[in-house]
């Protein structure tokens, strides 16, 4: 990596930990060259735009995204534990110190949720792949009957991305100590509902005994 590379990395570092605490809407040129003791012309010099350098925050994230979570789930045994390690990963990403406010990508969907434009457009495309992920992982599990024939992928996938949300909102916003706990169970529930090994409900004692006992008369 030559030294435009390593400016153009070390920028991309400090962009995204500003992004995940302050919002791609919180990222300027101008808190970006003081912090990194840069002039707005070297920042311009390599991203061109402001609308460029937020774009490359947010690919950067993206990729850091699949390389921390993704791939590494997927080196797990196909089925249940690719699933398993999947939701881990995500957790752990969610936890991060590598982002001192939380998952950027998360923050960036909130925020450009109603806003048009290239930059939603990307982010989009990056969260229907991730859903689409979710959901190839949960059909391999329905193929080797990890998880029940009846089960629906599509619906897994909503579930298990809805539990990563919600505790993303319960352990960074609410700082709910038992928040990971909590969407571990959740998250065991969904698998749970989805599996066919779910036990029949136990026979009637009494009725086992009434039984034995009209037998022997």
Not at 114 to 123: E, N
Request: include cysteine; charged fraction near 25%; glycine fraction near 8%.
């Amino acid at each position: 990596m030559n030294k435009g590379e390593q400016t153009k990395a070390t920028i991309l570092e400090a962009a995204t930990n500003i992004a995940s605490k302050e919002g791609l809407g919180g990222l300027s040129i101008g808190t970006l060259a003081k912090k990194l003791g840069l002039s707005k012309s070297g920042l311009f010099a390599h991203f061109g735009s402001k609308d460029a350098l937020l774009m490359a925050v947010t690919e950067a994230a993206s990729q850091r995204f699949i390389a921390v979570v993704i791939r590494p789930a997927f080196q797990e045994p196909a089925g249940r534990p690719r699933l398993e390690r999947l939701f881990e990963n995500w957790l752990d990403w969610s936890e991060s110190r590598e982002f001192p406010g939380g998952c950027p990508i998360m923050a960036a969907t909130l925020e450009l949720d109603d806003r048009p434009g290239p930059l939603r457009d990307y982010l989009l495309s990056q969260q229907r792949k991730w859903l689409g992920t979710i959901g190839q992982a949960a059909k391999i599990a329905i193929g080797m009957g990890h998880l029940a024939e009846s089960s629906d992928s599509e619906q897994f996938a909503f579930e298990f991305n809805a539990i990563g949300f919600g505790y993303h909102f319960s352990n960074r916003f609410l700082r709910e100590p038992h928040a990971r706990q909590q969407a571990r169970t959740a998250f065991q529930s969904l698998l749970a509902r989805n599996s066919d090994t779910a036990k029949p409900p136990a026979p009637d004692q009494s009725n086992i005994a009434c039984e034995k006992g009209n037998r022997k008369r």
